[in-house]
């Protein structure tokens, strides 16, 4: 008889600027390692690779970049992830992720480059089994304590930003691959909202790894 394993999950925390997204990465990881679960969290843009320090210094303003350029850097940083996404979650360790394709999707597509141009380069990724989006609205963002010097971190790009969000949602469609929870909440409350949609998925699942964007 073959073996049935499991493989682990594929699970994407995305966001905006302040919508707490890091700190509940910190905060599902932690509860995930004392469930015994095998997890690993990544975060993109990974800024510590060839790639990455190209984008860390355009994020920092300390270069020009043309908007597609730097579209299909975001994008080949997730490529050099991809491999070891794919051998991780078979090995059945859980993946966290904090932002994926979708922040790509938001953000360039806020600034104004072609949603389907965007799209294009991040097609064939190894898809989330379930994309959580802290959705935070402007006046919580403007309440915690402002934004940093960044690119981006400007309250009428996060506007559009949000809104951007909002049509990837909508193209996701339903399944509960695409859950939207609000990050306006308590610290606590969003936390607990977090773990009843990833607890499910902790041991891993019997699904076929899918592909963006399938
Ligand atoms: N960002 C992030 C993009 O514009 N495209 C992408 O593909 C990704 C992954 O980079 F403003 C933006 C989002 C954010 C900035 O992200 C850096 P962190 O999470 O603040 O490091
Ligand atoms: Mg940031």
């Given at each position: 008889m073959?073996?049935?394993?499991?493989?682990?999950?594929?699970?994407?925390?995305?966001?905006?600027?302040?919508?707490?997204?890091?700190?509940?990465?910190?905060?599902?990881?932690?509860?995930?390692?004392s469930?015994?679960?095998?997890?690993?969290?990544?975060?993109?843009?990974?800024?510590?690779?060839?790639?990455?320090?190209?984008?860390?210094?355009?994020?920092?303003?300390?270069?020009?970049?043309?908007?597609?350029?730097?579209?299909?850097?975001?994008?080949?940083?997730?490529?050099?992830?991809?491999?070891?996404?794919?051998?991780?979650?078979?090995?059945?360790?859980?993946?966290?992720?904090?932002?994926?394709?979708?922040?790509?999707?938001?953000?360039s597509?806020?600034?104004?480059?072609?949603?389907t141009?965007?799209?294009?380069?991040?097609?064939?990724?190894?898809?989330?089994?379930?994309?959580?989006?802290?959705?935070?609205?402007?006046?919580?963002?403007?309440?915690?304590?402002?934004?940093?010097?960044?690119?981006?971190?400007?309250?009428?790009?996060?506007?559009?930003?949000?809104?951007?969000?909002?049509?990837?949602?909508?193209?996701?469609?339903?399944?509960?691959?695409?859950?939207?929870?609000?990050?306006?909440?308590?610290?606590?409350?969003?936390?607990?909202?977090?773990?009843?949609?990833?607890?499910?998925?902790?041991?891993?699942?019997?699904?076929?790894?899918r592909?963006?964007?399938?």
């Amino acid at each position: 008889m073959p073996e049935v394993t499991k493989r682990g999950a594929f699970v994407v925390i995305e966001g905006l600027d302040r919508s707490g997204k890091s700190t509940q990465c910190t905060l599902l990881l932690e509860q995930l390692r004392s469930a015994g679960v095998d997890v690993k969290l990544l975060k993109v843009p990974d800024r510590t690779t060839t790639i990455g320090k190209v984008i860390d210094s355009y994020l920092r303003k300390e270069s020009e970049l043309d908007d597609r350029a730097i579209h299909l850097l975001f994008s080949a940083n997730r490529w050099e992830v991809a491999s070891s996404i794919e051998s991780s979650l078979r090995a059945g360790t859980l993946i966290l992720c904090d932002r994926y394709a979708f922040s790509g999707l938001a953000f360039s597509s806020a600034q104004g480059l072609p949603y389907t141009w965007c799209r294009a380069p991040d097609a064939g990724l190894p898809a989330p089994d379930i994309t959580l989006l802290l959705d935070v609205s402007p006046e919580a963002q403007a309440k915690r304590g402002g934004f940093g010097a960044e690119r981006y971190e400007q309250t009428e790009l996060q506007e559009r930003v949000r809104a951007a969000f909002e049509r990837v949602g909508d193209e996701m469609g339903g399944g509960g691959r695409w859950v939207v929870v609000d990050a306006d909440a308590e610290q606590e409350a969003v936390a607990r909202e977090l773990w009843r949609h990833v607890e499910p998925l902790a041991q891993g699942t019997d699904e076929p790894l899918r592909r963006l964007w399938d």
